[in-house]
């Protein structure tokens, strides 16, 4: 039989929120101390629509934004969607050249900023030549709506990989890495979320991550959304302010990077009770057990999840029952997702010296004769379910190195499994060492440093060594008012692993290099460990 529907025209709930229930709430800013409803935003959604279709925007148009987390911002999302276009969130972090080889390389038909960062996106346009139009939310947005005929407006059909949205991943060098997201990958990243994490419209999320991420929007929001609930928006991170805004707006789910959640567990404000919150996540990076433990200690029940730009990003689901009895895991697969753990050495890891007999040192390290990893056996994660995206924007040489030929996601990250089938992930690939023919994780490096008194934050990078091939250096923050000596962070690791793990040089600095994310950028941290040591940090050889 033919003719069948197998996708849904349109991904966009709003509009079926806006009629339904169009007096519930769907947004709170506290920024600006505004309130919006269902009906209010599938309104806006309309407007925004009825302007790209007078501009002559529509399918396969992409629609880049330079602004904070505004309800604005949201509102043209879901018009971009009606009509077929993409929005392309850009980064206000960027340096100048950097932004402008993302708008190069996404070709907008039209740039919508904020004044605010007006200058710093006419100045990357100007350097890429295009002429692409900018038109400022606050003072020409207006005028376009309100000349603009949302009576003109036709629907855009949906296909599964009909773009929706053109996220460019932090810490690329030389081209822009755009991931296409498509309206596939945002349907059921909200349905596998909102069941897997047992997310309904009673609940109240807290957004403060950034929109030129996806954890800002999908993470949290666009599941909310899916499901008629309420999320309670900032421009941007303050942790006093959050977690004044989870008592306030009896907010039930929050996220944060590890360091946000360092800064909120630092907060004149921690330790009020938030007997609302039903938990916290944390994700972005690794989060340090130290950490997790600090925020249980003040009664708020804690989970880890991962994910990434390129699928989910909610890729695993745990409960608070199975976090507490497996401290460090992410869970299970959320719904539709498949997974599996690719053998080192099959993943591009170089096989440990000796020799010897491949299948029999694969079964003996606990691999499959087909690559595969058995329970305990780290190795790359691979994932593949609709909830992955299309790829990256023309660049079908990447896409090819990210996707196989069945569809597996290589994501670059390692991950244990355990008996029961609860995933751990131990760090990226790339940031593994090999010191002395043994395989060197930084994460479980960092997470037993980040145990040591006194110590804030603490990245570990592999640096070159004459005798053992490389070796470790551990770049430490430490808390306001702590003296550490370098001898003492070198103990502590001491007595908690092997010797071949141990750090041989410390490097103390004041804070640590960021991606626009918030994580640590590692690669600027090992390009500086061959460089001469700043001015303002200690260093010392551990021997």
């Known amino acids: 039989m033919t003719g069948l529907p197998t996708f849904p025209a349109t991904s966009d709930l709003i509009a079926w929120w806006g009629r339904l229930t169009p007096h519930r709430v769907a947004i709170v800013d506290r920024t600006r101390d505004a309130r919006h409803t269902y009906g209010e935003l599938d309104a806006r959604a309309e407007e925004w629509a009825a302007v790209f279709t007078s501009l002559r925007i529509g399918a396969g148009d992409r629609v880049a934004t330079l602004t904070g987390n505004r309800v604005e911002v949201i509102a043209l999302f879901f018009g971009a969607l009606r009509v077929g276009a993409a929005i392309v969130p850009l980064n206000w972090r960027l340096a100048t050249p950097e932004l402008a080889r993302v708008i190069d390389d996404a070709k907008p038909a039209l740039v919508v900023g904020e004044e605010r960062h007006r200058s710093l996106g006419e100045a990357a346009m100007s350097v890429t030549g295009a002429g692409v139009r900018w038109v400022d939310l606050d003072h020409d947005a207006p005028a376009l709506i309100t000349a603009s005929n949302s009576a003109s407006v036709v629907r855009y059909r949906a296909t599964p990989e009909s773009p929706a949205m053109l996220l460019y991943t932090s810490g690329s060098t030389g081209r822009p890495k755009g991931a296409i997201l498509p309206h596939r990958q945002i349907l059921y990243n909200a349905i596998a979320t909102t069941v897997g994490w047992q997310i309904g419209s009673d609940d109240v999320a807290i957004v403060a991550n950034p929109f030129f991420h996806t954890g800002g929007w999908n993470v949290f929001s666009t599941p909310l959304w899916s499901r008629g609930g309420r999320v309670v928006l900032f421009d941007q991170f303050e942790p006093t302010q959050f977690l004044e805004a989870i008592g306030d707006e009896r907010v039930t789910l929050a996220f944060g990077v590890p360091t946000q959640i360092g800064m909120l567990t630092a907060s004149p404000s921690w330790g009020r009770e938030l007997p609302s919150l039903r938990f916290l996540i944390s994700g972005g990076a690794p989060c340090p057990g130290a950490l997790g433990d600090r925020v249980r200690a003040a009664g708020i029940r804690f989970r880890e999840g991962y994910g990434l730009t390129e699928c989910g990003p909610n890729c695993f689901a745990i409960t608070d029952e199975e976090a507490l009895r497996r401290p460090g895991a992410v869970g299970w697969p959320v719904p539709f997702l498949e997974m599996r753990i690719e053998h080192r050495e099959s993943a591009g890891y170089p096989a440990k010296a000796g020799g010897g007999n491949e299948e029999s040192e694969r079964a003996g390290r606990g691999y499959d004769n087909d690559g595969k990893a058995r329970a305990g056996a780290p190795g790359e994660l691979l994932l593949r379910g609709p909830q992955m995206f299309s790829g990256y924007f023309n660049d079908p040489v990447r896409t090819s190195e990210a996707i196989d030929a069945e569809g597996w996601l290589h994501t670059g990250d390692l991950a244990i499994r355990d008996e029961a089938g609860a995933y751990r992930i131990c760090g990226r690939k790339k940031d593994m060492f090999i010191s002395g023919g043994e395989n060197v994780f930084p994460g479980e490096v960092e997470a037993a440093l980040s145990e040591c008194a006194g110590v804030s934050e603490v990245v570990v990078v592999g640096v070159p060594d004459d005798k053992w091939g490389e ?51 590692r690669r600027a941290l090992a390009a500086a460990s061959a460089e001469p040591r700043a001015p303002d940090a200690a260093t010392a050889t551990t021997g």
């Open 471 to 521: 070796v470790g250096r551990a770049y430490v923050v430490t808390r306001p008012g702590a003296e550490v000596t370098i001898e003492e962070v070198v103990a502590h690791v001491r007595r908690r692993l092997a010797g071949y793990k141990v750090p041989k040089s410390v490097v103390f600095l004041d804070e640590l290099p960021r991606l626009g994310s918030g994580k640590p950028d």
